[in-house]
């Protein structure tokens, strides 16, 4: 059974930092890209971050600088590290675990930046 569990996620500071965590379990975490998605509340969800099998990165124009991603393929698990955090990073983030056959989702996890 295909898992990704994310957490980490709560209410921060303006420029506070958190960490987020997808772990997963059910397929061969290794062999698959990983995506970290975020939707803001009344809006569409938008890619943030991606990590490909070897480590290739990218990140949209509004997280560049402040957000990175990583994975431990011994652990199953991929990360986001968040820092200066704005208002407007708020949202749901969502795990994605992809291949060109496979797509997995994660529940989410709730991000709220405000002082």
């Known amino acids: 059974q295909v898992q990704l569990v994310e957490s980490g996620g709560g209410l921060v500071q303006p420029g506070g930092s958190l960490r987020l965590a997808c772990a997963t379990s059910?397929?061969?975490?290794?062999?698959?890209?990983m995506r970290w998605y975020r939707q803001a509340p009344g809006k569409e969800r938008e890619l943030a971050a991606r990590?490909?099998?070897?480590?290739?990165?990218y990140y949209a124009d509004s997280v560049k600088g402040r957000f990175a991603i990583s994975r431990d393929n011994a652990k199953n698990t991929v990360y986001l590290q968040m820092n200066s955090l704005k208002p407007e990073d708020t949202g749901v983030y969502y795990c994605?675990?992809?291949?060109?056959?496979?797509?997995?989702w994660g529940q989410g996890t709730q991000v709220t930046v405000s002082s």
């Open positions: 990590i490909g099998t070897g480590g290739i990165t």
């Open positions: 994605n675990a992809y291949t060109v056959v496979h797509n997995h």
């Open positions: 059910g397929f061969t975490f290794s062999s698959y890209a």
